[in-house]
């Protein structure tokens, strides 16, 4: 299955990322914001359920995003979830991905609206490694724990 990127919330993408005829948008491209509201909704813990008639046309194919640090950070996430997910499917998955990553999304907007601007460097101060490290031994086990690993 080709992971592809959409979403249903088209409209914050029509604000937030570049058109031909505005210059005043934060992102240049829309798997930008895809995969920056990816890691935040997922850092989050929280996802936004919709029906898959509510997601947009297609954006890109993972595969086919060029700038390597935003596949590689969707691919991060879809292992993540993949890990923690009950479901076994690819598509069930994938779906996942897409809710965190418009719940991520939302976020970022209402941060906008509220502060009036972007404020990335407070999205990653307020990511510390370890809420990251307690996020994956939640979803992966405790590394000290495994025989054979030495502790810190």
């Given at each position: 299955?080709?992971?592809?990127?959409?979403?249903?919330?088209?409209?914050?993408?029509?604000?937030?990322?570049?058109?031909?005829?505005?210059?005043?948008?934060?992102?240049?491209?829309?798997?930008?914001?895809?995969?920056?509201?990816?890691?935040?909704?997922?850092?989050?813990?929280?996802?936004?359920?919709?029906?898959?008639?509510?997601?947009?046309?297609?954006?890109?194919?993972?595969?086919?995003?060029?700038?390597?640090?935003?596949?590689?950070?969707?691919?991060?996430?879809?292992?993540?979830?993949?890990?923690?997910?009950?479901?076994?499917?690819?598509?069930?998955?994938?779906?996942?991905?897409?809710?965190?990553?418009?719940?991520?999304?939302?976020?970022?907007?209402?941060?906008?609206?509220?502060?009036?601007?972007f404020d990335l460097v407070g999205?990653?101060?307020?990511?510390?490694?370890?809420?990251?490290?307690?996020?994956?031994?939640?979803?992966?086990?405790?590394?000290?724990?495994?025989?054979?690993?030495?502790?810190?």
């Amino acid at each position: 299955m080709a992971r592809t990127l959409k979403t249903a919330r088209q409209d914050i993408y029509k604000r937030l990322v570049e058109d031909d005829d505005e210059d005043n948008t934060i992102f240049k491209y829309n798997y930008e914001l895809f995969s920056l509201g990816l890691i935040y909704g997922y850092f989050q813990g929280e996802q936004k359920k919709v029906d898959s008639e509510e997601r947009s046309q297609d954006f890109i194919k993972v595969s086919d995003i060029t700038p390597e640090e935003h596949r590689q950070s969707i691919e991060l996430v879809y292992q993540m979830v993949k890990v923690e997910s009950e479901k076994t499917e690819e598509s069930e998955i994938w779906k996942e991905v897409l809710d965190y990553a418009d719940r991520g999304v939302e976020l970022i907007d209402e941060g906008i609206s509220t502060q009036g601007d972007f404020d990335l460097v407070g999205i990653v101060q307020g990511a510390g490694a370890e809420d990251w490290e307690s996020r994956l031994i939640d979803s992966l086990g405790d590394p000290g724990e495994l025989k054979g690993v030495r502790p810190k």
